[in-house]
């Protein structure tokens, strides 16, 4: 299919296997395509990173995966079972494997229920008995590092940022899932609070054997959890790749354009090239051929006519353009991202 891609999937290995996705939301102005025909895979223990402009269609993605966003076309497999079709009652059994954690953490909590409870929900709705449910909030909030004395009987206003996030980690890891779901776990939090997050959901991955889908604006925490990132603009799938090759020697121009923007505080190190131009095209009718031309400054008329496919241009790093940039050696020492020093940050 013309720009779907699938040059970068890469087999039954994979855990979850994303193919031609599409989701569509209609509106009185006529039919948003939030995602449209995006593919990729995500291997056993890995962790994809999902990053664009807000509006890109990331967060999209990942409630299309649990299904909690109504999926329009394409494929979706989970472990061995194809999941688009299946009815919402097994759809929720299948959620004990596949749990998600969200923006602002106070939102997602019950406010009128203690933390306690809060974190044995799903085993409550499995049929739980009261002792096993105990046992295992105790457990949960102890392994995100909440007291059991301090916090179980309070109520989410109670919480800060942080300890929220953290029972919303706990309730999504008591069901013991296989991959989790992070939509901008730590994009409302200070920088200190973020860096105790990430490194608990380093953490976490690792004790649970997790694999995790890990969407956020914020290009430097992209980088510095994820083995592979994949770069959406206006519902597309612009680059895929390693996180280290990708950031420092980016292929799309985009990509190029989204790192370029990123401020550092190093004056060696300035902005690499100029902001982006105009603004992002509407969803509701978005250019013909590749949808980031209208910004492009290497835009051709082939550009306007016909949808690039992902591809590899590098070894295992894939784009969807017609005229990926060439290989800059040494250019990582020019545009080097300015990643979260975990330990440093927490620290401080």
Request: charge should be negative.
């Amino acid at each position: 299919m013309a720009g779907s891609g699938t040059a970068h999937l890469r087999g039954d290995e994979a855990l979850l296997s994303v193919q031609d996705l599409v989701v569509e939301y209609p509106s009185k102005a006529g039919t948003v395509q939030a995602v449209s025909k995006i593919s990729f895979d995500l291997l056993p223990g890995e962790t994809l990173g999902i990053v664009g402009e807000s509006g890109c269609g990331k967060s999209t993605t990942g409630r299309a995966v649990l299904r909690l966003d109504q999926v329009t076309a394409g494929r979706i497999r989970f472990g061995e079972e194809w999941i688009e079709d299946v009815s919402e009652k097994h759809m929720r059994s299948l959620r004990r494997d596949m749990q998600m954690i969200f923006q602002d953490p106070v939102s997602s909590l019950n406010p009128r229920r203690a933390v306690k409870d809060i974190v044995v929900e799903g085993l409550t709705v499995a049929g739980a008995d009261a002792e096993e449910r105990g046992k295992k909030s105790a457990s949960m909030l102890e392994q995100v590092g909440l007291s059991g004395e301090r916090f179980a009987e309070i109520l989410p206003r109670q919480l800060s940022g942080g300890q929220a996030q953290r029972v919303a980690i706990a309730r999504a890891l008591a069901l013991g899932p296989r991959l989790l779901i992070c939509d901008e776990p730590v994009s409302a939090l200070d920088v200190s609070v973020q860096a105790q997050i990430l490194n608990l959901i380093e953490e976490l991955k690792e004790e649970f054997d997790l694999t995790v889908v890990f969407i956020a604006h914020d290009l430097g925490v992209v980088r510095t959890v994820s083995d592979n990132v994949m770069v959406m603009y206006l519902g597309k799938v612009c680059e895929f790749g390693d996180s280290i090759e990708l950031y420092d020697d980016p292929a799309h121009p985009y990509t190029r354009a989204l790192l370029d923007s990123v401020p550092l505080t190093d004056p060696d190190k300035a902005f690499a090239g100029p902001a982006l131009a105009g603004d992002v095209p509407s969803p509701l009718s978005p250019p013909t051929g590749c949808r980031f031309r209208t910004r492009c400054p290497h835009a051709q008329d082939r550009c306007e006519k016909e949808e690039p496919e992902m591809r590899e241009v590098r070894p295992g790093q894939y784009a969807a353009c017609h005229f990926p940039l060439p290989s800059v050696v040494g250019r990582k020492n020019l545009f080097e991202i300015e990643t979260i020093d975990l330990e440093k940050a927490e620290a401080s």
